[in-house]
């Protein structure tokens, strides 16, 4: 009913303006108060860490959930994927990154009854715009990268950016004794909130630019990546089973939180050796020698990524995407995705991800636009609206040594179709085919 009253005001569209209102602002803010006591403000009794950026959010929280469930206290994290109160784990299936106010304060009240004493919560720019995170205390804020998303909810990127920044500002706005920071010295915004920001104790990392903790000799195989860790002058040669490059600047986030809080740095590198991922992130499943990947890349920077990598193991056999765009999000970026398909790709089949009220076949048409149809470059795409039937289609088609990559879904187990919701999942449907 909810939904159908903001589709008949036309709310999506009106947001922007209702947002700036008084009446809005008022609103939400009754809210979080009333969240907040009736749980009895439960974030006062937890050290908070918070996660922010376009990409890599929820490997990152996990990451942090196990090393520091393991080493220092029982810890609770909410993510995007899933939500973890010491060892339990749940899916979180409101398909938000940041839980509504009174979810949040729920959960941290569940959380303190069962002696966490760590909190982890990843936090996306729509829950910062909205007021999720008010009279929530915090102790430490991270930033894994700033890139291209979510313009059909902010004007532009300047205000994006604004947002993801106000992250930073509670923190340094607080009355905790120690404020902590974590900043990406390769990405331009973090290098430049680093140079810019007081915090008590704050820390870089990078791959390819100088910082406090760095990543060299990166060696990235099908299997396994392996690096040397720099810091302080010393080096630590590490292996890890999770894969891609990305990850490495994932690993070095994680670990520059022990560097901040002083734990055991052996312990913290022999746990996250064991980390094995997060579902729908880079998710491999091998069948018939046949490679396939299912994961969350659903912005620019996080596709091309994702197939320049897959691209550099598949040697002589061929990278076969299936992919497509959600509706009524940022449009725009729809044409660059396009573009960066055709540089990596061997075979592309244009799908379905979340259409919601938008015409299906016209977001197709937007990511498969410019493809001149009597060149060879059009023999290689496929245009299959329905999922279902378009990772069936990959899996019949897909050769012996091929690697085949289901990108936009990831972890997530609803579908928001044209015709309303449904249950769906990549990996379930993929592992359904190959039976």
Not at 89 to 103: A, F, G, H, P, R
Not at 274 to 289: A, L, W, Y
Not at 401 to 409: F, R, S, Y
Request: a positive charge; one cysteine or more.
């Amino acid at each position: 009913m909810k939904n159908l009253i903001k589709k008949l005001i036309w709310y999506d569209k009106l947001y922007k303006f209702i947002k700036t209102s008084f009446v809005y602002q008022w609103w939400k803010k009754i809210n979080w108060k009333i969240a907040n006591t009736i749980n009895g403000n439960p974030s006062k009794d937890f050290f908070v860490i918070w996660i922010t950026g376009t990409n890599w959010k929820t490997t990152v929280a996990n990451m942090l959930h196990k090393m520091l469930n393991e080493l220092l206290a029982p810890t609770v994290m909410i993510s995007t994927a899933s939500i973890k109160i010491w060892n339990e784990t749940m899916v979180n299936d409101k398909k938000m990154t940041s839980l509504d106010v009174y979810q949040l304060q729920s959960l941290l009240a569940d959380a303190k009854m069962q002696w966490c004493k760590i909190a982890i919560l990843e936090t996306s720019s729509h829950g910062l715009d909205q007021y999720r995170f008010e009279w929530i205390t915090f102790d430490y804020a991270i930033l894994t990268n700033i890139t291209r998303e979510h313009l059909d909810y902010h004007k532009d990127m300047d205000e994006y950016i604004k947002v993801k920044k106000k992250l930073f500002q509670y923190v340094l706005e607080n009355k905790k004794e120690t404020k902590y920071a974590t900043f990406p010295a390769d990405d331009k915004i973090g290098k430049g909130w680093f140079d810019e920001m007081a915090f008590d104790k704050k820390i870089t990392f990078s791959i390819h630019g100088s910082s406090m903790l760095r990543a060299e000799k990166i060696v990235e195989k099908a299997t396994w990546t392996s690096f040397d860790i720099k810091y302080l002058w010393n080096t630590y040669p590490t292996t890890c089973q999770i894969l891609w490059e990305y990850n490495v600047y994932n690993y070095l986030t994680a670990l520059s939180v022990w560097v901040q809080i002083w734990l055991d740095f052996n312990k913290c590198v022999e746990s996250l050796s064991e980390f094995t991922g997060v579902d729908g992130r880079m998710q491999k499943i091998v069948h018939n020698d046949i490679t396939y990947f299912v994961d969350f890349a659903h912005t620019p920077d996080a596709l091309e990524k994702t197939l320049s990598f897959l691209h550099s193991l598949k040697w002589d056999n061929r990278l076969i995407l299936v992919f497509g765009a959600p509706g009524n999000r940022d449009k725009l970026k729809r044409p660059e995705m396009g573009q960066i398909w055709r540089k990596y790709s061997d075979i592309v089949i244009a799908t379905d991800d979340d259409p919601d009220t938008e015409n299906r076949l016209a977001i197709i048409r937007q990511l498969i636009q410019d493809i001149d149809t009597n060149s060879s470059e059009s023999k290689k795409l496929f245009a299959i609206p329905e999922r279902e039937f378009a990772i069936k289609f990959a899996t019949k088609i897909a050769k012996p040594g091929d690697i085949v990559m289901l990108a936009g879904k990831g972890h997530e187990p609803i579908q928001w179709t044209n015709f309303g919701t449904r249950k769906w999942n990549d990996k379930e449907e993929l592992l359904k085919n190959l039976e």
